[in-house]
């Protein structure tokens, strides 16, 4: 089959259009954006065209898709429209996919990326599997038995999909720009969690995970006592985290994994008893997670000097708090810093005041003017950054023409945070780093 991809460089499309071309069907695309970005290296191993204009021809039996960030006004869109081309939803045609497969859906409001990616490093340790991964990797072939795909709670997308086991890592209030409250994102994970066939595996600690009325097999994880699975005996230091889990009140194992923070811990635990509930062997389990790296852009380390630059996905106040609280078990000497990109005026609406008690752990915090391309700013008057800065215990306003702002921060880490592109902002501070060194 051929497929036309819109917004092809979009971490989501990038997966989509990789797997679609793994499984041997012909792939183009098309983009907005004509500078470098890291999704694209799947993209160009593979020889999939991205055109950047309106002047190529589309096959008349192309499929086409696009990116939700793209406007559906947008002139390829209403090009595709008045060629009477077939045009299908991105989660339809990934939901068609996974249907294929054995597959594993990891959702929830944060941790889907690391999670499925532990699931992905463990598998493919003990044989090989498919993968989705909202991080702009994806790779698939008919042979492999399992498909593990992160799945997606934007525009209730996951609804789509029917995995033979699940994980809801959270569920907390996110996305209200399509969800009316906490219920009705709930209620959607419901449905997610009874399209699961075998086992749903749930945060036992969120209270919100414990309200859904499960249809399917569940069992829930987490430190508290009441869970099927317990996490017990944490030793968080600068090389790690060590813990053990509990199954039923029996000791299951011991393991330990080169990330940081509880919630990076939480992560890890999802992905063992999956992995265990699918037959593989826990000694296995074991040494796969010592050597586990994460996937682009989750706690990112770099060292320049006596710089460290930490580029994260983080965006929402939960996961920026707990990956500034991660970055503090790393480098507990050091000063912390963060520049943060805001994404969507609807998200610096809902969650002002608890962007900025997050961003307040670090010693220092710099904020960029919003980022979005999915929403109007007429839509959110008066919404800005602001809103954050004015907030916070000691903030600044920050662009990349303003980076020298950091030219006394040459000796601290520096937290990059943003589901936005931020790496023009990462490579102006490299470059003020190294011309600081060479004078």
Known sequence: ????????????????????????????????????????????????????????????????????AVNENHKEIERVKSLGLQIKKYNEIMGEIVSLFESIGVSGTHGKTTTASLIKHI?????????????????????????????????????????????????????????????????????FANNTSK?????????????????????FYGFSFKNDIVIKNLKLTEEGSRFDIYIKEELYGSFEVPLYGKHMVMDVCSAIIICKNIGIEKERIIESLKTF?????????????????????????????????????????????????????SRTKDFTLEFADALNIADKAYVTEIDCNRENPADYPGINSNLIIEKLNDGDIISEDEINKLSNELDSVV??????YV????????DLIIKSNME
Do not use: W
Not at 199 to 219: C, F, H, P, S
């Open 293 to 345: 790296k994460n996937s682009k852009r989750r706690f990112a380390i770099e060292k320049i000097n006596k710089t460290i630059i930490v580029d994260d996905y983080a965006h929402h106040p939960t996961e920026i708090k707990a990956t500034l609280e991660a970055v503090r078990q790393k480098y507990p000497n050091k000063r912390l810093v963060v520049v943060f990109k805001p994404n969507t005026y």
């Open 199 to 219: 086992l749903v595996i749930a945060n036992g600690d969120n209270l919100e995970t414990r309200k859904i009325n499960y249809n399917t097999k569940v069992m």
């Open 1 to 68: 089959m051929k497929y036309y991809c819109i917004g092809i460089k979009g971490t989501g499309m990038s997966t989509l259009a990789q797997i679609l071309r793994d499984l041997g069907n012909e792939v183009i695309g098309y983009d907005d954006a004509t500078g470098y970005k890291f999704t694209q290296k799947g993209l160009e191993e593979r020889n999939i065209p991205i055109y950047y204009d309106s002047n190529h021809e589309i096959p008349q039996d192309a499929i086409v898709t696009y990116s939700v």
């Open 123 to 191: 598998l493919e340790d003990s044989g090989g599997c498919n993968y989705f991964i909202g991080a702009g990797d994806g790779y698939a072939t008919r042979e492999n038995k399992y498909f593990v795909v992160e799945s997606d709670e934007f525009n209730r997308h996951f609804t789509a999909y029917h995995p033979k086991f699940s994980i809801i890592t959270n569920i907390e209030a996110e996305h209200l720009e399509c969800y009316k409250d906490i219920e009705d994102i709930r209620n959607t994970f419901e449905i």
């Open 423 to 430: 790496d023009n902002l990462i490579n102006r501070f490299k």
């Open 415 to 420: 937290c990059f945070m943003s589901c936005a």
